[in-house]
């Protein structure tokens, strides 16, 4: 190596040096910026000239050093992971805060629950059997049933709200990814471009890697990368973005939990459902669900058509024994409900307004008999009356909340952990970025300290050659 050759190394060290104090300094910077993933200056030493000729020796000195690249320090295998467990964790988390939801509108236990009004209009039935034709009793009852029929009808009006609000989620979740995979499509023809063109896509790769994890906590995605830098995020295997193009997704079905079944398709193929496991997109199908048996069914639907049931048949029941009795009148007796079969719980009302309403006794037994109002009392412990029918709903439903509690606080530790581990690999750590720049500063003195001794060897060789005996 010539003298200026030891120049160029000691510049290459300076160079060098100051790069990779640039990018510590940049992930300082960024410590609290979110998505960020840390980066590193690589570097790596510059390959001797080429010597040729007779009078080439064997031996010949590096060049200095060189920037090979600025690498982002991003590990794929924990990125897919977060992916995954975000996914999941997403997917459980808007199940159980639905189910929580569920389970405060049946009030149970306390006070303000349907079983505590049940109790009382039973009760109110033993208090018109000892009092047969007593108007404060008949009040009472008639009260108690009202209340009963005012408490369903207000639950029903809940479950179709909460229902309606996930259907609202999921459209603007849908909308959410159909926007991230547009913005997603665009990153990766800006990628592609710049790393084409020998750039840093450092920061675009980061913006989009924020933008996909998005999307799988919303729909469960995949992710493929491609050799050119870009990547294909995929849905049910199919590709929503692929290169620099976006696909989009679309709700069908019906607007109320009695129309037709809810589901998310395709937009250029409406006819083929999106088949998602995890996912908040998921979850909110999950909870769309038509009604079935015990753990196959949405859980609102299920929830409604339960609610329905012990309407049915409360008033079933109560009418069916109502009828076979007389008023104090001796006249038999009617319906004491009245609903509309197609919505029993958001419908059911009381018909009868007084004491001659009500068929407290037996026929042809006298107007003091309250035997038929005792035998109403005694539903509240029929085989498959109201209140067996609403303790099993109570019961399925708070099992499955703390379920589905239980499910969604595991899966959250999962992403959690996940995270954790990605940010011990890619996150700034300030301890060692700043023993990063103590290094490369010191390099940059040593660097310094080379071009100071190359000059005065410089400054010797040119103006003291030949002063020597003068």
Wanted: without cysteine; hydrophobic residues 45%.
């Amino acid at each position: 190596m010539s003298t200026f050759g030891s120049l160029n190394a000691a510049l290459s060290g300076l160079n060098a040096a100051r790069a990779a104090i640039e990018v510590a300094g940049n992930n300082l910077a960024n410590v609290g910026s979110a998505g960020y993933t840390r980066q590193r200056a690589e570097l790596q030493a510059a390959a001797p000239l080429a010597q040729v000729g007779k009078l080439g020796s064997g031996e010949s000195i590096g060049q200095g050093v060189v920037l090979g690249s600025i690498a982002r320090l991003a590990d794929a295998e924990l990125d897919a992971r977060v992916r995954g467990t975000v996914a999941l964790a997403s997917q459980t988390d808007v199940r159980a805060d639905a189910m929580e939801m569920l389970e405060g509108i049946l009030r149970e236990p306390g006070e303000n629950g349907l079983s505590s009004l049940l109790n009382d209009f039973w009760a109110g039935w033993s208090e018109v059997a000892n009092q047969p034709g007593g108007e404060a009793a008949a009040a009472v009852v008639i009260q108690g049933g009202q209340s009963v029929a005012d408490r369903m009808a207000l639950m029903s009006n809940e479950i179709d709200n909460l229902w309606a609000q996930q259907h609202e989620k999921l459209e603007t979740w849908v909308a959410d990814v159909n926007a991230s995979a547009q913005g997603v499509a665009e990153l990766n023809a800006q990628i592609r471009s710049t790393l084409a063109g020998g750039g840093n896509a450092n920061a675009l790769l980061d913006q989009r890697s924020q933008l996909v994890e998005h999307i799988a906590g919303l729909s469960g995605a995949t992710v493929r990368e491609l050799p050119d830098g870009t990547v294909d995020v995929l849905i049910d295997g199919s590709p929503v973005v692929t290169g620099g193009t976006a696909r989009s997704l679309q709700v069908s079905g019906g607007q109320s939990m009695d129309g037709e079944p809810v589901k998310v398709s395709w937009s250029h193929r409406p006819q083929d459902a999106v088949a998602l496991d995890s996912g908040r997109i998921a979850g909110a199908l999950h909870l769309l669900a038509p009604a079935g048996p015990s753990g196959s069914g949405g859980p609102l639907a299920t929830a409604a058509a339960s609610l329905d049931e012990t309407a049915r048949a409360l008033a079933t029941m109560v009418n069916e024994v109502h009828s076979q009795g007389s008023t104090t009148a001796g006249t038999p007796g009617g319906d004491f409900f009245a609903f509309d079969p197609g919505n029993p719980a958001g419908s059911l009302r009381v018909l009868a307004t007084g004491a001659d309403d009500l068929a407290t006794g037996a026929p042809s037994t006298g107007a003091l008999d309250g035997s038929n109002a005792q035998k109403l009392a005694a539903l509240a412990d029929a085989a498959g009356g109201p209140d067996e029918l609403w303790s099993t709903m109570v019961l399925g439903i708070g099992t499955a909340t703390r379920s589905e509690a239980q499910q969604a606080l595991s899966s959250a530790v999962a992403a959690d952990s996940a995270i954790t581990a990605r940010q011990s690999a890619s996150a700034v750590s300030i301890d060692e970025e700043n023993v990063a720049l103590i290094t490369n500063q010191h390099a940059y003195q040593g660097a310094a300290r080379v071009l100071t001794a190359v000059d005065e060897m410089l400054d010797t060789l040119i103006n003291r050659t030949g002063l020597v005996g003068r």
